[in-house]
C-alpha cells in the first residue's frame, strides 16, 4: 500500500518556476498543511504556500526532525512535525471551499526524522473520517493518499494510537479534482498504491501535475523506451485526467508487434483494484496507419483501444480483484507494424464506506456544547460516537442508522455560565448529568421540550429562579426524573418563596422499582392460578382424524418399548423412536398418572395435523388409544433453545450472534405463520425458549401447540379461556383481561428475544432477589449502554448496530399493553432487516481484514506491480 518516497527524489521535480505564478496565493482546491510549523511559507522549489496548521487542530505539540537530518535536501514540509503525546485520537478537520460531494485528492505524509532522539519510529492507525484509512508503520519519509468524496463539508484526518508510539503528522495536502476523473463517489474511497511515469526519468507534481500527483519514473529493461518533444500539444490536447505532458512524453513499448506488454500483480485477498492507463501516441505514423491494441484482465478481453498522434486517452479498467491479477496489452491486427505502447499507470484498490457518521444534527449540537463550554477533554476530536471504541468521554450513543447521543455526562466539568440552547438540539438525548457545574440562570423552557430526555441531573450548580411549569409537569407525571439538589438560589416550593434551606430536592417515584414489583406480583399471581387450576379434571375431546393413526402396539415398537426418555413436558414423558424407514422422531406420551394435560394432548394433535411451515415442528403422526395416547414428531436433534442459552448447556457451542439472529427470524416465520397464515388464525398461547426446538441444521421451529387454540371465528380477535402460558412470558394484560390474543404471543416472543441477547432466563434470579429480564434490560438501554445486556459469552463478537437494533425490535414487542405492540409479521420484516445488516457487515469484515492482508505483502520489494512482455497470439 504504501511507496517510499525518498526526498532526493523528490528534489528532482524542482522545475522553472511560472513565473507568472500568483506569489500569494495557491491554485484554487489546493490546501497545504505543514504540520507543527512554526509560520507559513512559500516553497520555491514547488511554487506553493504552505500554512501552519492552527485551525485545523487544536491538540499535540510541534516538533523538529534531528538536524542530523536537516540539509539542502530536505524538503521544508519534512522539517517539522506535530506529534500527539496526549489522546488516543487526534483530528485535523479541513473544510474546503467546494464543500462535500466533490472529489479529492488528500494526502498525509510522514517524516520521523528521529524528532525524539529514540531512533524508534511509531506504529499508528490513519482514519478518514469514520473509516480506516492505513496503518502508519514506518520510521522515514512515506505517504498515504486517496481520492475520497467526503459526504459532509468538514473532512477529518485522524491519527489513532495505538499504544505502539506517539503517533505525529509532517504534511497535509488536499487538491480538488475535476468531478468526471476516477470512478468513485461517496460510498467509496480509492485507495492509492503505484503511480508510475512509464519510461520517465525523473518524479513529478506539481506544477507539472495540476492535481499534484506525485509520479515515479519506472521502466523495464526489455522494452524500448520513446520519447517526443511535442510537450505543447500533449498537454493541450490532454483529457480530464490531465496526465502531465512531462509524464506522457516519454513511454515504453514491446520490441515487436507479436509481443504484449504484461502488468501483474499477487494479492492476498479479494480486495477490488483499479487500475487507470494513460497512453499518447508520441511516434508520428505514417497517413491511414495507426496504433491499436486490446487490453484484457486475466485474459478476458476488456476493452480496445486506437491512438492518435500526440492525444492522450485515459482508460479506467474495471475493478478486478483476485490472488493474482494479470493485464495485458495487445497489438490489434489493424496496428500493422505498431506494438503496444504504455505512457503512465495508476494502481488503486477501493473500499466502500464501513461506518456510517454519527448524525450530522448531533455533531452539530455537541460541536455547539463545545465550544460555548471551551470543553477541552482529550477525546473530543473526530466523530463523537463512531467508531464505538473512540466515543468521546460522557457520551453514550445508540447505533442506529445513522448513530445518534442518547447520553451526555458532563459532570463536574467546570461548565459555569447560563445552560446553552446546544443541549437542546441534541434531540436524541435521554440522559443529560451536567451535576457539579458552575452553571447559573434561570432553568430554560427548552428543557422541557426534550421529547426523548428521561434523566436530568442539575444538581450542585448555581442555578436561579424556578422550575418552569411544564418541566415540573414531567416530573409529576413520571416521565423525567430531575434532580436540582445544591442549587441555594433555586427555589423548588410551589409558592415559590424565596428559600433559605440549602438542600431542595424533588424525588421523583422512580418507575423502574415500582415496575419491577409489579413484574414480580403478577408473576406470584399467575404461579398461584396455574396451580389452583391442577387437579381440574380435563374431559376427553374427540380426535377425529384417521390420518395416519398409530395403535399403540406401533407406538411400543417405535419407541423399542418406551425405552429413551428424552424429555418431560406438561403432558407425560418424550421418548426417543425410529420409524420403520429409519426416521428419527420424538413420540410423546399423555402422562397415564395425571390427565390435565388430555384435552391440550388433543387441541395439538388436531392443529399440527393441519398446520404444515418449515419453522413449525411436525406432527408425523399419532396414537388415540383410549389410554395410551402418544403424538409422534418429527426428531429435533439439537433438542430446545433454553438448552442452549442456559449456562447447564449440554453443548459446549455457544451460540453466535449470528445464529441467534438466524434462530429470532426462524421463529418469526413460524408465529407470522400461525398467526397470520393459518384460517383461523391460531394463537400459540404459551411462547417461550424451552418450546422453540433446534435441528440438526441449527434451523428453529416452534413446538408444543398444546395450549393452541383456533379461533372460533376469523374477526374474533379474542378468546377467553382458562388462564394459560407460563410465568415470565405473559402478557401483563392477561392479569386483568384474562384474554390470551395474538399480541400475548408478540410479548411472548419478545421475552424470547431478550433471552436470545443477553442469554438469561425471563425471570433472573440474584442474590437480591428475582428480577424480570425487561426489567433489567431496561436500566441498561436507559443508559445508552448495550454493550452490557449483550449475552458476556459472545466475548463482544457481534455488530453492534445489529444489537441495538435487536434490542429496539424486542422492546417493541413488550409494551405492558398489547394494542401498542406490532403485529408479529412486522416484527418479521424488522428483524430481517437486522439479519441482513448483520451478514452485510459481517462482509465488510471480511473486506476489511483482505484489505490488511494485501497490505502486508505489498512492503517494498515485493509490492510492485510486476512488469514483463510475451509473445502474444495474435
Ligand atoms: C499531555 O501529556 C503530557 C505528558 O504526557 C503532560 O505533561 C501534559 O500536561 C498533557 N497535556 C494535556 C493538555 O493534557
Ligand atoms: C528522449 O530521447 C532522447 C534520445 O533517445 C534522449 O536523449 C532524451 O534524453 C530523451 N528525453 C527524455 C525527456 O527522456
Ligand atoms: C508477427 O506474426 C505474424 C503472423 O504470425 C507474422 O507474419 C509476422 O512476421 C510477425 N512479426 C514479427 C515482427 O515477428
Ligand atoms: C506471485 O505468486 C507466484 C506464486 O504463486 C510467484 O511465482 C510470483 O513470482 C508472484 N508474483 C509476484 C509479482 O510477486
Ligand atoms: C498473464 O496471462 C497470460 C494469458 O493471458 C499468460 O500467458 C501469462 O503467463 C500470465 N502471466 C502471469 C505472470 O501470470
Ligand atoms: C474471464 O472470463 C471468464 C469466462 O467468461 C470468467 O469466468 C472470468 O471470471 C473472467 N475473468 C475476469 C477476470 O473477468
Ligand atoms: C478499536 O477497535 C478496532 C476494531 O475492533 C481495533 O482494530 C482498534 O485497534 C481499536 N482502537 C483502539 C484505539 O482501541
Ligand atoms: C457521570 O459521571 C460521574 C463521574 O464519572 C458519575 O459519578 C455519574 O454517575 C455519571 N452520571 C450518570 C448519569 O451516569
Ligand atoms: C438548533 O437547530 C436548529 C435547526 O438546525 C438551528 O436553527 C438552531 O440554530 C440550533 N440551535 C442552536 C442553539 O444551535
Ligand atoms: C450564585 O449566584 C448568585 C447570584 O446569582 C451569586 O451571588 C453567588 O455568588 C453565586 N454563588 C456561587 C457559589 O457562585
Redesign the pocket.
Known sequence: MQVWFLLLVACFAIAALDVAQTQDQNPAGFVNIDCGAPNNYYDNSLGLYYYTDAGFIDSGESRQISTVFINENIMQQAKNLRVFYNGTRNCYTIRPDKGKGNKYVIRASFYYGNHDGTNQGPTFDLYIGTDYWDTMDWSRFVYYEIIHVPSTDDIQVCLVNTGKGYPFISTLELRSLDSSVYQVDSTATLFYNWRYDI???GTYRYPQDVYDRIWSRKSNNDWVT??TTATTSLSSNNDAYKAPAEVL??AQRVTDVNSSIFLYWNTSSNYKWGIYFHFAELEALPSGQRREFTLSVNGNLTKTVSLEYLKPVTVASALVSGSKINFSISATKQSGKYPPILNAVEFYTIIEHLNTPTSIDDITAIKGVKKVYNINKESWQGDPCVPMNLTWEGLGCSYDNPPRITTLNLSSSKLNGDLSASFSNLSALVSLDLSGNELTGQLPQWLAEMANLKTLNLSGNNFTGSIPESLQKKVNDQSLQLSVVNNPNLCVEDSCKPNKKKNSVIVPVIAAVAGSVAVLLLVLVIIWRIKSRRGKGATKGALKSKNRPFTYREVLKITDNLKTIIGEGGFGKVYIGKLENDNKVAVKMLSRTSQQGYKEFLAEAQLLMIVHHRNLVSLVGYCDDTENMALIYEFMEYGNLRQHLSDQRTSSHILTWNERLRIAVDAAQGLDYLHNGCKPPIVHRDLKTPNILLNENMQAKIADFGLSKAFAAENDSYISTRPAGTPGYLDPEFQTSGNLNKKSDVYSFGVILLELITGYPPVIRSANGHMHILQWVKTFIERGDVQSIVDPRLQGNFNINSAWKLVEIAMSCLPPTAIQRPDISHVLAELKECWEMETASNRNQRLEDGRRGSMESFDMNSTEASFGSAPSAR
Open positions: 519510461g520517465g526519468s520513446f520519447n512524453q516519454t
